[in-house]
């Protein structure tokens, strides 16, 4: 394993620290030699020759950037395990009742869509802590394709409040949707795959969410038992700790605006400073510029595209509530300030330490937290 990361935090540090591993990006090779993160991997980026002239004739025509064929060659020629291993995924996530329960046709779409991209994340930090374990292909080229549609779905639930329960789109109205708001070009490079390919994709996925016994029977175990349990309960751990670290960035960056708004003499202009180590930390600034950041759109689609993979959410609502109380406590009553800021990062730690035992049968080597929690975030006012 490579002694870099990307990630604010070195290796050895972050051995003492795996719960925050979780928030690193799987910038590693899977187990056939390919990049996991493709177009996006600093340490291992494709060749020049992976790439070539876009050639739909879609909102992608004429598009100055290219596609990435080898990545497309790699979707096609695994297409089969990538298939059992959709249906794989739909079928864990409904025994334990993720799905299937109110979310939704295009919830339940997210959630599954969510988990396979996070799939490459549990066998990256088995790597850090020093096992000798790959990354299956089957996950690393399941994972780039649901990394965008996982930020498809995220902007449509934009037009809805934030909320995906009560949208229903067939695979062709998906794809209409992503071709008309331009959505298939990204910043660097265009989607690889073809209109076909794309809504073939989409029909298999709706139809391994279905609770029926056909879809079950077509699973042919792409990965052992043990290793869909693992993704799946390093996804609902990723999805969980990604949220919480959502709230208490929202609220330290909060109370930097308010303070120095109200108080230049204990404020700091250059403040709030994001230290990259969260998943969310350009989404908390940009929500702590609001007066009200929990009842934000930003905010409400967080907390309900997390809901269904949460693992402690009444827990977690208090937390929203300890950070509203500190929020709205008066700015010039540093003490009481002082008491509520207590109270926040006290329920944090709490839920942070619950969701220990779920890391430590992922994981086994390495410390679970071994640093202040604030380290991860930035300093707070005083």
Request: hydrophobic share 40%; net charge neutral; proline share 5%.
């Amino acid at each position: 394993m490579k002694t870099e990361l990307r990630y604010p935090f070195g290796l050895e540090f972050m051995r003492q620290n795996k719960a925050f591993m979780f928030f690193c990006p799987p910038d590693c090779l899977d187990a056939d030699g390919r990049p996991v993160l493709e177009g996006r991997s600093v340490s291992h980026k494709p060749a020049g020759s992976a790439y070539q002239v876009c050639p739909y004739q879609d909102s992608r025509a004429d598009t100055p950037m290219p596609v990435n064929v080898d990545s497309l060659r790699a979707l096609l020629q695994h297409q089969d395990e990538v298939f059992a291993f959709i249906r794989e995924v739909a079928r864990h996530l409904r025994n334990w009742r993720i799905v299937g329960q109110g979310g939704g046709p295009i919830g339940d779409l997210y959630t599954l869509a969510y988990t396979c991209y996070k799939s490459p994340g549990i066998y990256f930090v088995r790597q850090v802590f020093g096992e000798q374990v790959d990354v299956p292909v089957v996950c690393s080229v399941a994972s780039r394709f649901f990394h965008g549609l996982v930020n498809l779905l995220a902007i449509l639930a934009l037009e809805h409040d934030g909320d995906l329960a009560p949208v229903d789109l067939t695979p062709e109205a998906i794809y209409d949707y992503a071709d008309e708001g331009r959505h298939l070009v990204g910043l660097s490079e265009a989607c690889a795959a073809s209109r076909a390919t794309i809504v073939k994709y989409l029909a298999v996925i709706q139809q391994a969410l279905r609770p029926d016994e056909e879809t079950a029977r077509y699973a042919t175990g792409v990965l052992s038992a043990e290793g869909m349990d693992s993704v799946v309960r390093a996804t609902r751990f990723t999805m969980s700790i990604e949220f919480l670290a959502l709230i208490y960035e929202v609220a330290r960056c909060r109370a930097w605006r308010q303070i120095n708004r109200c108080d230049s003499a204990r404020g700091n202009v250059h403040q709030p400073v994001v230290r990259y180590a969260t998943t969310h930390c350009l989404v908390a600034k940009k929500l702590s510029l609001d007066e009200q950041p929990f009842g934000h759109l930003l905010f409400r689609r967080a907390r309900r595209l997390s809901r269904a993979l949460l693992i402690a959410r009444s827990q977690t609502e208090r937390l929203i509530e300890s950070a509203t109380e500190y929020l709205d406590t008066d700015v010039c009553d540093a003490e009481a300030r002082r008491a509520g800021r207590a109270r926040l990062k006290s329920d944090m730690q709490r839920l942070v330490e619950r969701h220990r035992p779920l890391v430590d049968e992922c994981v086994a080597e390495g410390a679970y937290v071994s640093a202040d929690v604030d380290i991860f975030f930035g300093r707070w006012p005083e």
